[in-house]
């Protein structure tokens, strides 16, 4: 379990500070080579992780998911991995397809995701299992779906 509880922990991590560093990226992208690396970096991470194993309950019971992400918490966090991966895959084929300028439509908003997984970034390794920084995970999880999907919506 403890190896899990820190498989876990790190995936979360990984996937908001990536997605992060690529939002940045894109906002500030301008020549074919910063849109190719920003390609290579949504590529790179889109693979089965260990929180879409506990959210398909691969080869791990739904008990020992409660152990390890509060219940509250499942659905926003399912939900934020999934708006990631589907965010990271409209900015690729808006560059692919050479739609720079709707990928630069909503630097604004990408700019309230950056500032609100910094937020994520700056609890604590309880962010989880605290009581206060599990109720703060979930406020900021639900504002970053919510932008994210005004984003995907294509909403101003």
Sequence with gaps: MADADNAVQAEIFSVWTNYSFILEFVIDAKTPEDYAYIVGRIDGPLRWSPIQRMKSLSNISQE???TLIPINLQE????FVDNVGIHQQQIKANI???KLDELHKHDLQMQEIIDAVRELNNLSNRFLTD????AETLRILESSNML???VL???D
């Excluded at 926003?76 to 939900?79: C, G, I, N, R």
């Excluded at 009581?131 to 599990?134: K, M, N, Q, T």
């Design 76 to 79: 926003p966090l399912y939900k």
């Design 148 to 150: 994210i999907e005004n």
């Design 96 to 98: 692919e397809a050479k």
């Design 153 to 155: 919506n294509n909403e």
């Design 64 to 66: 020992h998911v409660d």
């Design 131 to 134: 009581l206060v920084e599990s």
